[in-house]
């Protein structure tokens, strides 16, 4: 986390609470944090395959569920701290308990369909949106065709009472953040910084367009044909599903795993930013789960293509197989090295100043952040405890005024100044003494 809020006297982060609380849930019961990530990130493959069983067939859930594994997209971000991954376990959740709730008009499905995609509203806002907006459609137009029969009606009103107290919680810690249920914490971080189109990001001068949503959507869309399988066409694999031939209830599966990939990315498109790259097109993450059917089920309609062998076009399906398995091979061989090192690399310059820190501080400490490596803005003020009594606390510099009261809040303290040297290309500390702190306090440090 590198953004914070401080509100009566009590450090919260920019965001909601319901992944940092899984975080800390599985910190608690396994003693690491990685627990939450890891578990989610399992359960998740097993979700495609159940998912998969439930839709397109038993072989499609298994491939589904294969190709998530071997997606760079998805490796590489599910061993992170970040909370996309928690977003695709609840959404895969809501897709299973939603197909299996329609089929039953089930009143316990409901419920735990509307939890699930209540979390996920929680956790990402956009996202969640941008996934279920077909699945409301769908679920609005079956309400008006069949109201008199309710075939479905038992489902869609424990589901809407299922996602009710999610609701209730992401209001009750907007208003303990910010004062109102209706401003999420990063809104009242920054108030400039807002989906939609005009002027945001005060200090950035920057106003958001369609056109400037629409190049973030290829820049994205781009990165993605690439992180989706490692491979340089990637995309090629979801091109089959519209040629080749199928069944009408194939055909309707297919309409709409493509409305939801369109209907996210539309969602997107409000949004300012494409994200850091380092792991991919990040704030698509939770693509992975209709482009994983859509390419199983590309592959399976090939591979039965091609054992017509009577047909012209057999010839072409085997090629078209081998083409893909030797794509994926060489991605193997080439874009997971180079991609994990650079991040093992990038990983390591985070750390570097909370290692030296960590090293040369003599705790309790605060240390004041003076100046950031020129293109490392990732690493920040990390604090872990709300109520800001850690033997080391992080805090940025604004000079001496603010410096002053920071002291004066925390005293008992030894006072560091970290800051990049761009000449030597590292992070130096500097121990604030009594012989130097007056003249720190008085001098804003240049």
């Known amino acids: 986390m590198n953004t914070f809020i401080i509100t009566k006297d009590m450090l919260t982060g920019k965001y909601t609470i319901g992944y940092p609380a899984l975080l800390a849930a599985g910190k608690w019961l396994t003693g690491t944090f990685y627990a939450a990530p890891l578990l989610m990130a399992l359960l998740t493959v097993w979700l495609f395959f159940l998912i998969g069983k439930e839709t397109y067939g038993k072989e499609a859930g298994v491939l589904a569920a294969i190709l998530l594994c071997a997606s760079p997209l998805f490796l590489f971000n599910a061993s992170t701290f970040l909370s996309h991954t928690s977003s695709l376990f609840f959404l895969s ?4 308990s939603f197909i299996k709730g329609m089929r039953q008009n089930s009143a316990f499905w409901g419920v735990i369909s509307g939890l699930a995609i209540g979390m996920a509203f929680h956790i990402r806002q956009l996202s969640a949106v941008g996934f279920a907006f077909p699945f409301v459609i769908w679920l609005t137009v079956r309400l008006l065709k069949n109201k008199s029969e309710g075939s479905a009606n038992k489902f869609i009103a424990f589901c809407v009472a299922g996602f009710i107290p999610c609701v209730f919680l992401t209001a009750w810690y907007n208003r303990l953040v910010s004062g109102s249920p209706l401003v999420f914490p990063f809104n009242h971080y920054d108030p400039t910084e807002r989906l939609g189109f005009g002027a945001m990001l005060q200090d950035l001068r920057y106003t958001h367009t369609p056109l400037k949503g629409f190049q973030n959507l290829l820049v994205s869309a781009a990165r993605l ?16 599903v519209l040629f080749l031939p199928k069944t009408k209830e194939q055909a309707r599966k297919d309409k709409f795993c493509w409305l939801v990939v369109a209907s996210y990315c ?4 409000l949004y300012y930013s ?23 089920e590309s592959l399976l309609r090939i591979a039965a293509y091609a054992r017509q062998e009577n047909d012209i076009g057999y010839k072409y399906s085997r090629i078209a197989l081998a083409f893909f398995t030797i794509s994926l091979l060489l991605g193997f061989a080439t874009f997971y090295p180079e991609k994990a ?11 570097e100043p909370y290692d030296l820190v960590n090293k040369e501080a003599q705790q309790p400490a605060i240390v004041f952040i003076h100046s950031l490596p020129q293109a490392g803005w990732v690493y920040g003020y990390r604090n872990t405890d709300p109520y800001l009594k850690a033997p080391l606390l992080f805090c940025r510099d604004l000079g001496a005024e603010k410096n002053s009261e920071v002291i004066q809040k925390f005293p008992n303290r030894h006072y560091y100044l970290l800051a990049y040297d761009s000449q030597k290309a590292r992070s130096e500390l500097t121990q604030i003494t009594q012989n130097n702190i007056d003249n720190f306090l008085q001098t804003k440090l240049e």
């Not at 959740?93 to 299973?96: A, I, K, P, Y």
């Not at 093992?344 to 750390?351: N, W």
């Open 93 to 96: 959740f809501f897709t299973w």
């Open 225 to 240: 044909n690439l992180w989706f399988l490692g491979m340089p066409a990637s995309f090629l694999l979801l091109l089959p």
């Open 266 to 269: 539309a969602a997107y498109i």
């Open 274 to 296: 494409p994200g850091v790259p380092d792991t991919g097109p990040i704030y698509y993450f939770e693509l992975l789960l209709p482009l994983c059917f859509i390419a199983a």
């Open 341 to 351: 090192l650079h991040i093992a690399s990038m990983t390591d310059k985070i750390k």
